[in-house]
């Protein structure tokens, strides 16, 4: 069964830093990128960035460019979304999915909660 | 960057409805525009792809139409399961999505 498994749900204080983890199975990773979406509570879904696990070729939504960074490890299919210093704003279920060039998220992970609070 | 709008935020209906959402694009997307359906506390779901393919397992009452800037999402009768918030999103340049539609019972 093709599936994304992401790592589970964070309780962090602000300042803090955070990776988060998103683990293809039953695919063939390198073929297809990966994509970040953020749902902050209430609100809409909004793309943060990509990246092609193959070449680790990673492309950022403007507003996020600067606030994560994208990575992957192709070896054990697994794609990664760090922070270095949380913020109150960037608490949210984070979501990863999987996408062929200019094609649709049609395989999603289940979510990972972060809450920033103090 | 590419934006994109849908119209109406939320709407209400009864079911057996037929329902319309719109989506436009600031600028040409080709047919490059999928569409997602999410319930509340769950992860989002693919529907539609390339503005009017159906991903499979997805029931016939859903199509969609458009291309270049206009696209709609069209649910033909609607059902108790269809009640949800539905987000179009282009992957013609990047990534983005649009604002969501929350469908709720009339």
């Known amino acids: 069964e093709v599936q994304l498994v992401q790592s589970g749900a964070e309780v962090k204080k602000p300042g803090e830093s955070l990776k988060i983890s998103c683990k293809g199975f039953g695919y063939t990773y390198n073929t297809y990128w990966i994509g970040w979406v953020r749902q902050m509570p209430g609100q809409g879904l909004e793309w943060m960035g990509s990246?092609?696990?193959?070449?680790?070729?990673?492309r950022y939504s403007p507003p996020f460019q600067a606030q994560v960074t994208i990575s992957a490890d192709e070896s054990i299919t697994t794609a990664y979304l760090q922070w270095s210093s949380l913020k109150a704003s960037d608490t949210g279920i984070y979501y990863c999915?999987?996408?062929?060039?200019?094609?649709?998220?049609?395989?999603w992970g289940q979510g990972t909660t972060v809450i920033v609070s103090s | 960057d590419i934006q994109m709008t849908q119209s109406p935020s939320s709407l209400s209906a009864s079911l057996g409805d037929r329902v319309t959402i719109t989506c436009r694009a600031s600028q040409s997307i080709s047919n490059y525009l999928n569409w997602y359906q999410q319930k509340p506390g769950k992860v989002p779901m693919l529907l539609i792809y390339?503005?009017?393919r159906l991903q499979s397992g997805v029931p016939s009452r859903f199509s969609g139409s458009g291309y270049g800037t206009d696209f709609t999402l069209t649910i033909s009768s609607l059902q108790p399961e269809d009640f949800a918030t539905y987000y179009c999103?282009?992957?013609?340049?990047?990534?983005?999505f649009g604002g969501g539609t929350t469908v709720e019972i009339e």
């Open positions: 999103q282009q992957s013609f340049i990047l990534v983005s």
């Open positions: 990246i092609y696990p193959r070449d680790s070729d990673t």
């Open positions: 390339s503005a009017s």
């Open positions: 999915a999987r996408f062929a060039g200019a094609g649709p998220m049609d395989v």
